[in-house]
């Protein structure tokens, strides 16, 4: 059986909410179970954010994540805060403007994913799309396919083509991420 518990955290305002429901709708689409939950301080835009996503071959008898195998931290706050809730053997994705701990014992993978949005694409708000496309370059645990299909449904109409760039932006930092 394959399972993944995700956790998509950084600040509000960058997409987390959304990339959860994209990667919910990519794992659905591949005729996988499914459940995405999300929280954010009161603070809304700039306090922390997460989203949460269960993804499995089997029924999702419990909608939360409880032992998370794959965390995103795209801020320091985040992964302060979230993350101990990763498994021993989980996998740390986080955007380069981390520091991590020293410390760590997880297989954790850095990627310049703000600011490749930001200096390749022009447009700070795909860094969530980039994000998504840097998760699944490092886990394959979904398709790019079944990904792209997801992401052209949700985006607005007229930005196809950058969020496609962002996808592919992202796979390709995925591919190259060493631990």
Not at 63 to 79: E, G
């Amino acid at each position: 059986m394959e399972k993944y518990e995700v956790r998509l955290s950084g600040s509000g305002g960058q997409g987390l909410l959304l990339a959860g429901i994209i990667l919910a709708e990519a794992a659905i689409t591949e005729g996988k179970n499914a459940v995405q939950t999300q929280s954010y301080g009161p603070e809304a835009r700039g306090g922390a954010s997460k989203s949460e996503v269960l993804i499995s071959d089997e029924a999702i008898d419990f909608p939360k994540v409880r032992n998370c195998d794959i965390l995103l931290a795209l801020t320091q706050k985040a992964y302060e805060q979230y993350n101990e809730g990763l498994k021993e053997d989980g996998i740390l994705i986080v955007d380069s403007s981390v520091a991590v701990d020293k410390n760590e014992t997880h297989k954790v993978y850095s990627a310049p994913i703000t600011e490749s949005a930001v200096v390749n694409l022009g447009k700070p708000m795909v860094t969530n799309i980039v994000a998504l496309g840097t998760i699944i370059g490092i886990t394959n645990m979904l398709t790019k396919e079944a990904l792209e299909q997801a992401v052209l449904k949700r985006v607005p109409k007229g930005t196809e083509d950058l969020n496609r760039r962002a996808l592919s932006l992202g796979y390709e930092m995925g591919e190259n991420a060493k631990i």
